[in-house]
């Protein structure tokens, strides 16, 4: 086991309140693209300012609801990975665990995360783009026109948030409680390049939490981590959760 697992470990067992922010690093062992990564990201292939703001819906909805629904039939045929596994199991052994997410796919909760927060919204979930209530949309819908509120008839589309919008208030109060209240935050799988989401580590560190990042490349948060485990996250949370498990308290 490496020096820097163990330490983690020992201070995961310690805590009495960890938060984890994960983002898309997280899903990319179970074949979901990532958005920042230089050759497989989404954002290599795609303009973010054509698929994922409000601008862009209302220019070209039916463009922007067929990207997503491409998005949401490969995270359906996607399956929780080892790491989304052992968070799951960190979270049964330790005495409270808050998992924040930028994901929208709901492979956390798929592997059987619980209370999680939503930051970002989540993919399979379908709103009135006017009232935001929620909409089931029956399988074979269409793909060639954007389905319609039967409310009052507005566009419907996905419940993520886009680049310019705000994030749901009740994630929002919801992860900044667990970011002041926590000892430890640890960072997963993400850029921290996106803000908010990016500023909960800041705002754990002002409130006294030690800072963590599992991550195989180097990010802005990297020079302001107490612990660091350079890594893919489906390898790492596996071997950290035995570590965490022979711990005895
Ligand atoms: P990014 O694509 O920006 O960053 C992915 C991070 O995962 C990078 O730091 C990679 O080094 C790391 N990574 C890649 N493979 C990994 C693996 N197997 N294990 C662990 N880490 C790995 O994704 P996010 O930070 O989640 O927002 O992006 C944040 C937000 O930007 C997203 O929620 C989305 C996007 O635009 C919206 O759409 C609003």
Same mark, same amino acid.
């Given at each position: 086991?490496?020096?820097?697992?163990?330490?983690?470990?020992?201070?995961?067992?310690?805590?009495?309140?960890?938060?984890?922010?994960?983002?898309?690093?997280?899903?990319? #062992?179970?074949? &979901?693209?990532?958005?920042?990564?230089?050759?497989?990201?989404?954002?290599? #292939?795609?303009?973010?300012?054509? !698929? =994922?703001?409000?601008?862009?819906?209302?220019?070209?909805?039916?463009?922007?609801?067929?990207?997503?629904?491409?998005?949401?039939?490969? /995270?359906?045929?996607?399956?929780?990975?080892?790491?989304?596994?052992?968070?799951?199991?960190?979270?049964?052994?330790?005495?409270?665990?808050?998992?924040?997410?930028?994901?929208?796919?709901?492979?956390?909760?798929?592997?059987?995360?619980?209370?999680?927060?939503?930051?970002?919204?989540?993919?399979?979930?379908? &709103? *009135?783009?006017? #009232?935001?209530?929620?909409?089931?949309?029956?399988?074979?819908?269409?793909?060639?026109?954007?389905?319609? *509120?039967?409310? *009052?008839?507005?566009?419907?589309?996905?419940?993520?948030?886009?680049?310019?919008?705000?994030?749901?208030?009740?994630?929002?109060?919801?992860?900044?409680?667990?970011?002041?209240? *926590?000892?430890?935050?640890?960072?997963?799988?993400?850029?921290?390049? /996106?803000?908010?989401?990016?500023?909960? =580590?800041?705002?754990?560190?002002?409130?006294?939490?030690?800072?963590?990042?599992?991550?195989? #490349?180097?990010?802005? !948060?990297?020079?302001?981590?107490?612990? &660091?485990?350079?890594?893919?996250?489906?390898?790492?949370?596996?071997?950290?959760?035995?570590?965490?498990?022979?711990?005895?308290?």
């Amino acid at each position: 086991m490496s020096e820097p697992l163990a330490q983690l470990a020992a201070r995961l067992r310690d805590a009495a309140h960890v938060g984890i922010l994960t983002g898309a690093g997280v899903s990319a #062992e179970s074949g &979901v693209p990532t958005f920042r990564d230089a050759q497989t990201g989404l954002w290599a #292939e795609y303009h973010a300012e054509d !698929l =994922a703001t409000p601008e862009a819906f209302a220019r070209d909805p039916l463009l922007v609801w067929r990207w997503y629904a491409w998005r949401r039939e490969l /995270v359906a045929a996607a399956q929780p990975n080892a790491g989304h596994v052992a968070l799951a199991g960190l979270q049964r052994i330790l005495p409270r665990l808050s998992l924040i997410t930028q994901n929208v796919d709901g492979l956390h909760q798929r592997a059987g995360s619980e209370g999680v927060i939503e930051f970002h919204g989540n993919i399979q979930r379908t &709103v *009135c783009s006017v #009232e935001r209530c929620e909409v089931s949309v029956p399988d074979d819908t269409p793909s060639d026109e954007v389905p319609c *509120c039967p409310g *009052c008839g507005a566009l419907l589309r996905p419940d993520v948030v886009w680049f310019g919008e705000a994030i749901p208030v009740e994630a929002l109060q919801a992860a900044g409680t667990a970011a002041s209240a *926590c000892e430890l935050f640890i960072a997963i799988g993400t850029s921290a390049q /996106v803000h908010p989401a990016a500023g909960l =580590a800041d705002l754990a560190a002002q409130n006294g939490a030690m800072l963590a990042e599992i991550n195989p #490349e180097a990010t802005p !948060l990297s020079g302001r981590t107490d612990y &660091v485990l350079r890594g893919t996250s489906a390898q790492l949370l596996p071997a950290l959760l035995q570590a965490v498990s022979a711990i005895k308290k």
